[in-house]
């Protein structure tokens, strides 16, 4: 399947200054068949967890 970024779900996150580090990490989890789920996602994690601390007016501190 695919995902869809539009949902409100996701709250806006896939837009946005962190937009595309968002879609990376979420797409990357999403599709993850190691163990455990995600683990193979860390370094996309991190850099989303850095956009965010890069632009904490959009995101909060």
């Not at 399947?1 to 999403?30: H, T």
């Amino acid at each position: 399947g695919k995902i869809n970024w539009d949902c409100p779900c996701l709250g806006g996150m896939a837009y946005g200054p962190c937009g595309m580090q968002f879609r990376e990490a979420f797409s990357c989890f999403v599709f993850s068949e190691e163990e455990p789920k995600g683990i193979d996602c860390v370094e996309k994690f991190k850099a989303m967890q850095d956009c965010f601390r890069a632009n904490p007016e959009v995101y909060g501190e």
